[in-house]
Every structure is written in structure tokens, then in C-alpha cells.
């Protein structure tokens, strides 16, 4: 068996959970753009109603999980937890968005619906309305909600057998060359904690 084997499986787990919530939030970032329904007024009238209008908080839902997502690449064992916890809520929040569109989709198209009529109002609104269609993107964020909870619950069980971080990410501290010490080089190392006159 190869020595590297229980570290490459804890690798790989890792880049494909922050691959698979990175492709998420895109899945529901692009629903965002699309159109969610098609609604007909009674007076004949169409209208498209895209995402930033049906759920205009899912584009920013969604780039917060990318962001969260590239801070997770890097993050230390306690942070990944909190991360994953993070991960799970802002999923549980798309969904809430997705689902509030969903159930009243009259409600969630008054605003492009005042829009082009100038009427307002919840009940002068919906009279206005004749007949409602939906699109498949709502449930794509629906969907992509739901999946981005289950991969923050898969962040909070097995990130801390995550490996650490690149040392590129790590604080490095540089040493002089070994030469003829001068005054400057002992005040370095007496700013740095050192006593010069214990060296050689």
C-alpha cells in the first residue's frame, strides 16, 4: 500500500467538496439570470419575470458561497467548521428564496408587474393577472439551496481531516546570510528578541 494513500484520500475529498459547492453557487447564481416565469396580464399582455426580480437576495446568497468557498481552500480546521456551518445557512436561506417565489409567483412578479402597468398594490396586482407560467430555473436553485446545506454538513464532519494549506499560505520568516555581523545586524536581532552577544 502506498504511505502517501491516507493523506491523498483527505485531498481529494477536499478539492472535490469546495469543487462541488463552487459549481453549485454557480448553478445558482446563473438560475438568478434566467427567466422564472412568464406571466400574462388580462389585458394581454406578457411580461417575463427573471430571477433578480422573483428573488433578487439569491445573487448575493450565491456570491457569498463563492467567496466562502475560496476562503475554505485556505482556511485553517477551526475555520472549516465554521465555514461549513456558514455553507449550510446560506443554502437554507437560497431555498427559502427559491420556495417564497415558487408558492406566490404573483406576488414575487408585482414588482415588474407595477412596472409595466404602473399599478401597485397586492390585490390591484394580482387582478392584473390573468395566467402564470414557470419556468424550470426556480428549482434549479431550489435544488442548488438544498445541495449546498448538504455540503456544508460534509464541510462540518470531515474537514478537520482536511490537510493544512500550501506553505505558500504560511507566514515565512527570512534569515540572513551567515557573514560579518554589523551593528545593524545586532539591533535586528535585539528588535527580534535576540541577544547578539550570545552568538559566536
Same mark, same amino acid.
Not at 434566467?34 to 400574462?40: E, L, M, P, S, T
Not at 426556480?138 to 460534509?154: H, M, N, R, T, Y
Given at each position: 500500500?502506498?504511505?502517501?494513500?491516507?493523506?491523498?484520500?483527505?485531498?481529494?475529498?477536499?478539492?472535490?467538496?469546495?469543487?462541488? +459547492?463552487?459549481?453549485?453557487?454557480?448553478?445558482?447564481?446563473?438560475?438568478?439570470?434566467?427567466?422564472?416565469?412568464?406571466?400574462?396580464?388580462?389585458?394581454?399582455?406578457?411580461?417575463?419575470?427573471?430571477?433578480?426580480?422573483?428573488?433578487?437576495?439569491?445573487?448575493?446568497?450565491?456570491?457569498?458561497?463563492?467567496?466562502?468557498?475560496?476562503?475554505?481552500?485556505?482556511?485553517?480546521?477551526?475555520?472549516?467548521?465554521?465555514?461549513?456551518?456558514?455553507?449550510?445557512?446560506?443554502?437554507?436561506?437560497?431555498?427559502?428564496?427559491? &420556495?417564497?417565489?415558487?408558492?406566490?409567483?404573483?406576488?414575487? +412578479?408585482?414588482?415588474?408587474?407595477?412596472?409595466?402597468?404602473?399599478?401597485?398594490?397586492?390585490?390591484?396586482?394580482?387582478?392584473?393577472?390573468?395566467?402564470?407560467?414557470?419556468?424550470?430555473?426556480?428549482?434549479?436553485?431550489?435544488?442548488?439551496?438544498?445541495?449546498?446545506? &448538504?455540503?456544508?454538513?460534509?464541510? &462540518?464532519? &470531515?474537514?478537520?481531516?482536511?490537510?493544512?494549506?500550501?506553505?505558500?499560505?504560511?507566514?515565512?520568516?527570512?534569515?540572513?546570510?551567515? +557573514?560579518?555581523?554589523?551593528?545593524?545586524?545586532?539591533?535586528?536581532?535585539? +528588535?527580534?528578541?535576540?541577544?547578539?552577544?550570545?552568538?559566536?
Amino acid at each position: 500500500m502506498n504511505a502517501d494513500q491516507p493523506t491523498r484520500a483527505p485531498r481529494r475529498t477536499k478539492s472535490r467538496v469546495i469543487l462541488a +459547492s463552487a459549481l453549485l453557487a454557480l448553478a445558482a447564481l446563473i438560475s438568478w439570470t434566467q427567466v422564472w416565469f412568464a406571466v400574462d396580464l388580462v389585458d394581454g399582455t406578457a411580461l417575463e419575470v427573471a430571477g433578480q426580480v422573483a428573488a433578487p437576495a439569491l445573487s448575493a446568497l450565491a456570491l457569498t458561497s463563492l467567496v466562502l468557498v475560496g476562503a475554505l481552500s485556505i482556511a485553517g480546521p477551526f475555520f472549516r467548521l465554521v465555514f461549513g456551518i456558514l455553507e449550510s445557512l446560506i443554502g437554507v436561506a437560497i431555498v427559502f428564496s427559491g &420556495v417564497l417565489a415558487v408558492t406566490d409567483p404573483v406576488a414575487a +412578479s408585482a414588482s415588474a408587474i407595477s412596472t409595466a402597468t404602473g399599478v401597485a398594490g397586492e390585490n390591484s396586482v394580482a387582478d392584473l393577472v390573468d395566467t402564470v407560467a414557470q419556468s424550470p430555473w426556480p428549482w434549479v436553485a431550489i435544488v442548488s439551496g438544498v445541495l449546498i446545506v &448538504v455540503a456544508g454538513i460534509v464541510i &462540518v464532519v &470531515v474537514s478537520r481531516t482536511w490537510p493544512g494549506s500550501s506553505r505558500k499560505y504560511q507566514a515565512t520568516r527570512l534569515e540572513p546570510v551567515e +557573514s560579518e555581523r554589523t551593528s545593524v545586524d545586532d539591533w535586528d536581532a535585539l +528588535s527580534g528578541g535576540n541577544d547578539p552577544t550570545t552568538r559566536d
